[in-house]
């Protein structure tokens, strides 16, 4: 093997080495919404705000509050099961026999843009529901749920979640 042969050669190894042992940097798995909603097991959640929009027999749209001044500080739990639990916290609501105030089911659907809920109340209303509810803004930290039309007089509902 002549010189120019050894010296390639010699080249062509240190190259491969060098190579083979760069660190290529680990591929970051960014974290799923059912992830980012629940963390490991489950996560609770606090109500930021809420909103309904009321359509009036004249067609008048008004908003409000959908939580009273007792449940904003009421934990939403989101478990990775898919039971879902809203729970009382400090601020009691006059008349509430228990703390868990809501047991219900929830379901990522289309491509985790929409939350359906199973067997759901609103205000202490009778009638059950099931819920579709567009999920938007979604971090480790809040996230948005948005339906419409949840009753017949009603627009546009908000919830804005934020971690407790």
């Known amino acids: 093997m002549n010189t120019f042969s050894k010296k390639l050669l010699f080249i062509s190894g240190i190259s491969i080495t060098l190579l083979g042992s760069c660190n290529k940097e680990d591929v970051v798995k960014e974290p799923t919404v059912q992830e980012l909603l629940t963390s490991k097991e489950k996560k609770e959640w606090l109500i930021k705000s809420t909103a309904i929009e009321v359509i009036n027999s004249s067609g008048i749209v008004n908003t409000y509050p959908l939580t009273l001044d007792c449940e904003v500080d009421d934990i939403w739990e989101f478990e990775k099961t898919g039971d879902f639990k809203k729970y009382e916290n400090k601020t009691k609501c006059k008349g509430e026999p228990n703390e868990l105030k809501v047991e219900s089911k929830w379901l990522l659907e289309e491509n985790n843009k929409v939350m359906y809920f199973s067997n759901w109340r609103f205000l202490n209303n009778k ?23 949840i009753y017949a007089n009603t627009g546009k ?8």
């Open 127 to 149: 009638e059950i529901k099931d819920l579709r509810l567009n999920v938007e803004n979604v971090t480790d930290s809040s996230f948005t749920l948005i339906g419409n039309k």
């Open 157 to 164: 509902l908000t919830l804005v979640f934020k971690k407790l």
